[in-house]
């Protein structure tokens, strides 16, 4: 049973109450201004957030299944530990947002600013990226699995030991970034750039790749154990 409804979660919001594991699963929220609100741990499955302002709002360990985010502002939002998936977050605001150690699964997003994001630890699997600009990012142990990553700039990002394996890369740009200890294994890669970068012990083993450009980054102990690589730049 629900304690809550769509206006005593807007006043508790209002007044700066936190609203921390409260079951709110199936309320309208849409439209309503929610930003720097605290949500850690509540229920707010097949909630509906269309239009819903979130910004700079805790909402680490919540559970979204089923939830509505259409045109919902996510920007500097904390979505650490929870699970979204077979959604597309296309239309959401996501300049700044955090997803450490969460788990995307089938999720979409297109034609998004994600600058400054925090991925660190985050798990997307079969997701499909394209024209995200995540210039400066922390995707430190991040893992992209099965993954289509399109026209993305992941500039100026901490990649270290991140995982792309088994994806596919394609226009996408990795320029003054460190790779240090990232892995590309198994991955399919297309006209990729990682200029001036630091490619430190990168796991390229299984990749094939067309057009690679390494101008000015610098090597140690790459492992390219049955790569193909043509048009190799450097």
């Known amino acids: 049973m629900n304690l809550f409804d769509r206006d005593k979660v807007l006043e508790a919001i209002s007044v700066g109450t936190p609203v921390e594991g409260e079951y709110l699963k199936g309320i309208d929220l849409s439209g309503l201004d929610l930003g720097c609100a605290n949500l850690r741990g509540s229920d707010l499955s097949k909630t509906n957030l269309s239009d819903t302002n979130l910004e700079e709002s805790h909402m680490e360990r919540t559970n979204l299944d089923e939830a509505v985010l259409r045109n919902t502002n996510l920007s500097g939002a904390h979505l650490s530990e929870l699970t979204l998936k077979d959604m597309d977050l296309s239309s959401c605001t996501l300049s700044r947002v955090t997803f450490m150690n969460s788990h995307l699964l089938r999720v979409t997003i297109t034609d998004r ?118 048009g190799l730049i450097k």
């Open 113 to 230: 600013e994600l600058q400054k994001a925090n991925l660190d630890g985050a798990t997307f699997t079969h997701c499909v990226l394209k024209n995200l600009d995540l210039t400066g990012s922390k995707l430190h142990r991040t893992k992209f699995l099965f993954c289509l990553i399109e026209g993305c700039i992941l500039d100026g990002c901490d990649l270290t030991e991140a995982n792309f394996g088994l994806s596919y890369l394609v226009r996408t740009t990795m320029n003054k970034s460190n790779l240090t200890l990232t892995s590309l294994a198994g991955a399919v890669m297309e006209e990729i750039q990682a200029r001036e970068s630091l490619l430190d012990r990168v796991d390229m083993t299984l990749i094939q790749a067309r057009t690679l450009d390494i101008t000015g980054s610098k090597q140690r102990g790459i492992i390219v154990e049955r790569a193909k690589v043509q």
